[in-house]
């Protein structure tokens, strides 16, 4: 596929084994490797566009499950799209909707057509398919989209089940990748969105060696790794990403590690050739007044040891709150009287602290 | 006294009753009239200040009383003082802790010495008395403080309670002023905050017309009006409020107008000789969904029929947010989801509102 082989330019391999590139997306490029911070319902919670470009931040996610149920795609489109919508002017990527549908959807019913799942709120049955997710993530105006897959949970290994959501997870790629080219057979291909293959296949090793063959052979633009990050151990998954790495084909493709934001697994992921990531740690412990300093430390700021601290979170940090000279002790106050305002400047905090990271592999 | 007869310059009385005026404070010059966000905790709920600055607000609004009990005076003034801790660098002015102890605590007994009340929190009793509020005041660092002052409710004008508040509101504004004195006897001239004596009785004309004389003649450096919008009807208040109007000296004094944030009522306000006013109004409906639009019209964007409304909140607006196009249709869901930036770009928008209506009575 001649466009999916011109998205990445400028590949450098470093030593360690992570790689700098640039990603050609149809809203501008992007500079590899890069963490993309979780804008669950549209935004990246409590902060303007303004705020999470100031991160240094290039890309947005945003969830298909959550914004599907409210407003609705189809509103979302009425109001200009992701990009209308939140005001967010870099590229956005959005997930399948596939990680909620299982973690969140109580009763859910799988089938090969697609999962039957019932709305939290309005109690009605709605049906996800590979062919609807695809509709979904185009209508919501998304820059990169992900392939519908099947997940499996780490206690649902028994009986052939990882074999079985594999199996069923590639069967529907196909269906994805046929129904994405037929509702992109119009656009020119530098307003095609991207869109991601799933590597599923658990912790057995053979079935992720299968999957991303499967993944790579397929004609998609991105290869994303599914399925760690969801209650293994550390060793576990940094065993699957050290066994994919020297598989990666030689193809100018971004690789995208789903659901991964802690900056230890973040440094070992991109010095195992993965390029970009997503997570909704950063702002999540943000807002429970968790930050992460120098030396990936994390610091809990409702402490009492910090009521008179006048230091900033992290004096060697060049983000909006510590440049600014928030101090610890301020900070602590406003999260014990439950002012958001310390979510927020610390959700922006958390999100420079890992996009340096990611700026360090660039240069 | 001297100083105090140069903080207004530039006095320029308008047609309808208004006046336009520079007042000068030890944190840089204000143009009046002007409205004041009401920063309770220490912050205006959910913005940074730069974003209060982007509404084009002078000065920031701190409550004595909140702060006082959580994390109290000496912390914040280890954290660098008000201004250190909220990063607010404009002048910024602190109520007395009088309305908030005699509105919040039920737990109260007032003895000529001070109120002593019930921490909410703790439990302990705790006594405010005319110089501790004095010093509460300029221990947080603010630049405007206010006087110490018997409020009676509407409910509690049986028995002489209106006539007892006020001769004891008067009685306390002299130790204000000698503790005020006394504190600020180091200081030179242009590093002293300005002190408003606070203007009482209830909705009796002929107390009003005495409290103001005695607080004109106090060696006070601002008028302050209290004891207004706490129930009563918009009749009774602008009646005050007029009968008041002539009754201003000519010294060169601002005139402070406590609580007051509705856009008619500002209006009404400063068309009669008031030059300041602060009110949680413009945030507070924010944050419940409710702005202004053009006219005084007040919109409630949770209403249904926003839903795919694609016009931001009110198309001749100049604030942040709806400059940069949010549109009622986004701002809807995101209340509706709970996500808090919805509440935080209405304040602007709020903010942004009763800021310009101030501006219009300065050109």
Known sequence: MDVNNT????????????RAATLRTRRGEVQLPTFMPDGTRGVVKSLTAEQVAGTG????????????????????????????????????????????VFSLSKLRKITEEGVTFKHPVTGEMRLITPESSMQIQLELGSDMIVAFDHLTGLDETEGGKTLEAFERTHRWLERC??????????MPASERPILFGVVQGGLDLELRRKSLELVQGSDVGGIAIGGLSVGETKEEMYRVLEFLSPLYDNSARPRFLLGVGDPPDIRYAIEHGIDMLDCVLPTRNARHATVWVEGDEKIHLTNAKFTEDTEVIDPGCDCYTCANGYSRGFLRHQFKVGEPLAGSLCSIHNLRYLTRICEEYRS
Request: charged share 15%; proline share 5%; glycine share 16%.
């Open 177 to 186: 990748v046929t129904e994405f080219k037929r509702l992109t057979a119009d």
């Open 7 to 18: 998205l990445l330019t400028g590949v450098k391999p470093n030593q360690d084994g992570s």
């Open 57 to 100: 931040v290039q890309v947005v996610l945003a969830n298909t499950y959550h914004l599907h149920l409210q407003p609705g795609e189809a509103t979302v489109k009425k109001l200009g799209g992701l990009h209308g919508f939140g005001k967010w002017q870099g590229p956005i990527l959005t997930d399948s909707g596939g990680f909620q």
